[in-house]
C-alpha cells in the first residue's frame, strides 16, 4: 500500500526567506502527487500536482515542487514566503482508482 | 465553473444526538464525492465515497453513515453521536477517480460533540 511522509511536523521561516517543504513517498509504481494548503478553519485547496512529464511543477501562489523518482519525493518549494502562507500543507499520493492517501502535513508559521 | 457547498460551518451537538451535514456540487455532472474527517492533530481519514447515486462506499466502520439522494448531494448523517465524533469534517469531488485527478474540497464542518 501506497504512504507519504512529511518529516517535518512544523516549519518556521521569516517571511521573504525561501521554503522547502519536504514529502516522501511509498508506492510501487509512478503515483500521481499533489500538494495542498489548508488555513485555519478552512478547506484545502489544491496548490500543484504531478501526473507524468517535466518533474519541476508550478502552482498557484508562486510554489512550485520537484518530483524525484530516486529519491521518492515531492518536495514544495517557494522563493519568497509571504505572511499569508502561514498555513498548513498536505502532499498527497494517488495510486489509482480511490486510493489517495494524505501525509500527516505539516505547518508553516511565517515571522515577520 | 465548479463550486463546492458544505454547510453548516459549525456544529455544536450533545452526545446521543442526530447529526446531518449536507454537501453539494454545482457545475459538474455525475462526480465522484467524498467525506472526510480531520481529527485535531491528525490527518486526513477518508470515511465515505460515492461514485453515483445510491451508491456509497465506507471505508471506515463507524457509527457515520452516508448517502447520496441526488447526483450532486452528499449527506452525512449519524444516529447518536459519540464524543470521539468530535472533529473537521470535509467533503470533496472529483472528477472520476479521485486518486488521478485529486480533489476538490469544500470549507469544511467544525463538529464539537459536548
Known sequence: ?112 | SQTIHQWPATLVQPVGSPLSLECTVEGTSNPNLYWYRQAAGRGLQLLFYSVGIGQISSEVPQNLSASRPQDRQFILSSKKLLLSDSGFYLCAWSRGQGANYGYTFGSGTRLTVV
Do not use: M
Not at chain 1, 51 to 67: C, N, R
Not at chain 1, 86 to 102: D, I, K, L, M, T
Open chain 1, 1 to 112: 500500500a501506497q504512504s507519504v511522509t512529511q518529516p517535518d511536523i512544523h516549519i518556521t521561516v521569516s517571511e521573504g526567506a525561501s521554503l522547502e517543504l519536504r514529502c516522501n513517498y511509498s508506492y510501487g509504481a509512478t503515483p500521481y502527487l499533489f500538494w495542498y494548503v489548508q488555513s485555519p478553519g478552512q478547506g484545502l485547496q489544491l496548490l500543484l500536482k504531478y501526473f507524468s512529464g517535466d518533474t519541476l511543477v508550478q502552482g498557484i501562489k508562486g510554489f512550485e515542487a520537484e518530483f524525484k523518482r530516486s529519491q521518492s519525493s515531492f518536495n514544495l518549494r517557494k522563493p519568497s514566503v509571504h505572511w499569508s502562507d502561514a498555513a498548513e500543507y498536505f502532499c498527497a499520493v494517488g495510486a489509482g482508482g480511490q486510493n489517495f492517501v494524505f501525509g500527516p502535513g505539516t505547518r508553516l508559521s511565517v515571522l515577520p
